[in-house]
């Protein structure tokens, strides 16, 4: 028999905790109109635990559960599942929580090798249309394949046996060539001080692989790419094998250690051609977009003064920050290059996206979620969940937001009018779970008009877990 969750972990309970359904709903009701040119699929993916977890909860370590929202004609169909890990099957199997997916030494003994060879990890982070595949994407492990329109699990995608690495839930397509690049962080070993590099080419076939030590062991999450640039920010979120054995957290906050960035070139670039660049201390989970001109990096991120979510090496937590949109410079025609950061968005901005068709690019429209201060998380008092949708206008300076009110929102996804539209001419898409219905709709905005409020509202019956990231798939 199943055992209860857990009702004093915020992240077991309402807005985050899990759905324990899976379900296929045809024809939602729509208020207002989805656009008729609107044609494709909007994936979500997040944690949602099968079984009551062991020990304390962590958000990222949850079964990956996937909810897609198809549009046709205006019309929507719905679908979620879990994906079938290899974890997932197991516990399935057992009717309970064996394994503890952020701390491998939490586990019922007969399952205490089953982390040194799993392959498949929770899959639970982001989602990716490339080469014809939909990739559900961890970070400490290879990606997950999905039935586009059933989402039933196909399996652990290896492009065919070339992948030796975990997949960043963060790749980056190359608008003009539809490369893929992506890279692990810690490849060659648990814990290890390194990451390797991989592209693959719009054909799926992976191409290129390439080693680079780094300077400490770090936990990265997300990277950019730019026409002539890859740079794969080593930030201070260090892992040690040491410290997890004698009891200390396995992944910590460790200022002293410095904020370095590779930068290679885009094309060619091997382990000798990575130059190390020193930034002052800061934090990121998600970059909006970078791009260059003459040898200079311009990188724009949602930006903490500290690693949130994680505790310092001594098992305390950092405390509150907060993220806010902050344009890097790099001048690689110095000697010795080295980076800077200056803020340039007032509101609090996480979950950035920019026009897929400008990675990379020059740009100047991106989308954010964000809170007006009206919804406040029960993790700490000064804590508020994210209830705005907003769009930055990087020529301008301008703010156009929209709140939601006393409801959750979750990453915007910029979806393009046509192939030729213009840079930010289309909608952005964004899951909205209301705190007095307890139940998730999908919201459609004018991309470029945030702040009218949505042209359509998809309706569920039933609540979208709060989760992380989201992807699309054109029709
Ligand atoms: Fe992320």
């Known amino acids: 028999m199943s055992q209860p969750m857990s009702q004093t972990n915020p992240f077991l309970n309402f807005p985050y905790g899990a759905i324990q359904m899976e379900c296929d709903a045809k024809d939602l009701i729509v208020e207002g109109e989805i656009p008729a040119a609107l044609n494709g699929t909007l994936y979500r993916a997040g944690p949602n635990p099968r079984f009551a977890p062991r020990g304390d909860y962590h958000f990222f370590a949850g079964d990956g559960m996937v909810h897609a929202f198809h549009l046709q004609d205006g019309k929507a169909d719905y679908n979620n599942r879990w994906v079938r890990t290899a974890k997932w099957k197991l516990e399935d199997r057992e009717g309970r929580n064996v394994l503890n997916a952020m701390n491998p030494f939490d586990c019922e003994p007969e399952y205490s090798d089953f982390v040194l060879t799993d392959r498949d990890g929770l899959a639970n982070t982001a989602i990716v249309w490339h080469g014809g595949r939909l990739l559900v994407m961890e970070e400490g492990h290879r990606p997950f394949e999905l039935d586009p329109q059933t989402l039933e699990s196909v399996g652990s995608w290896d492009f065919r046996g070339k992948l ?238 929209y709140s939601c009110g006393q409801s959750l929102v979750s990453e915007p996804i910029f979806v393009p009018a046509s192939d030729t539209a213009a840079e930010g001419e289309g909608h952005v ?28 509202k998809v309706h569920l019956s039933h609540r979208v877990p709060a989760g992380f990231h989201g992807g699309w798939r054109p029709g």
């Open 429 to 456: 898409l964004a899951v909205v779970t209301s705190f007095e219905t307890r139940t998730s709709s999908l919201f459609i905005f004018n991309a470029l008009d945030v702040s009218a409020g949505p042209v359509a």
């Open 164 to 401: 030796n690495t975990a997949m960043t839930a963060h790749p980056k397509i190359d608008p003009a060539t539809g490369e893929m690049v992506f890279f692990a962080y810690m490849a060659s070993a648990p814990f290890s001080a390194d990451v390797m590099l991989h592209k693959v080419n719009a054909q799926g076939i992976l191409t290129e692989s390439t080693f680079i030590p780094t300077p400490y062991s770090s936990m990265v999450h997300d990277f950019v790419i730019t026409e002539n640039y890859i740079v794969i920010p080593i930030m201070p979120i260090t892992g040690s094998l040491e410290r997890a054995m004698e009891g200390g957290p396995p992944f910590a906050w460790e200022p002293d250690k410095g904020v370095h960035v590779a930068v290679l070139p885009r094309h060619g670039g091997t382990t000798d051609d990575v130059r190390w660049v020193e930034m002052p201390l800061c934090f990121v989970f998600h970059f909006m977009n970078a791009f260059d001109r003459d040898g200079v990096i311009s990188v724009d991120a949602c930006q903490f003064k500290a690693a949130p979510l994680f505790p310092t090496a001594n098992g305390e937590p950092t405390g509150k920050v907060a993220p806010f949109l902050n344009r890097w410079t790099i001048d690689m025609n110095a000697a010795t290059p080295t980076g800077s950061f200056a803020r340039i968005d007032e509101f609090e901005s996480e979950f950035p996206q920019c026009d897929p068709r400008h990675t990379g690019r020059a740009y100047r429209h991106g989308w954010y979620a964000s809170p007006d201060g009206q919804l406040k998380s029960p993790l700490s008092e000064n804590d508020n969940f994210y209830n705005v949708i907003g769009h930055y206008d990087h020529e301008t300076k301008r703010e156009d937001r």
